[in-house]
């Protein structure tokens, strides 16, 4: 199930093909996920472009640590036996 929505994710991000031409439905959803800020950010390190041009390099890490937060908070919680 897991590998369902992970890969549900990566195809409907801008890794494979521009936000730009995927349906207008689909960009809202596309631009707000997290491996799309990341494939983007990596993208302008590799091309050369300015980092901080975008603010795709701060939202990666936003949502890196932001879901460290959330998910190490489930295990520490599992981990303790309270669930």
């Known amino acids: 199930m897991v590998y ?3 890969v549900a ?3 409907a991000s801008s890794g494979f093909v521009p936000a730009s ?3 207008g439905w689909l960009q809202g959803f596309t631009t707000a996920q997290p491996i799309t800020q990341i494939v983007d950010a990596a993208r302008s390190v590799l091309t050369g472009g300015a980092v901080h041009a975008s603010g795709a390099a701060w ?4 949502w890196c640590a ?3 937060l ?3 908070a489930l295990v520490l ?3 303790r036996g309270v669930a």
């Open 66 to 68: 932001a879901l460290l």
């Open 21 to 23: 031409v995927l349906p």
């Open 59 to 62: 939202a990666s890490l936003v």
């Open 70 to 72: 959330v998910l190490g």
């Open 9 to 11: 994710l990566v195809l």
């Open 77 to 79: 919680r599992r981990r």
């Open 4 to 6: 369902g929505v992970l």
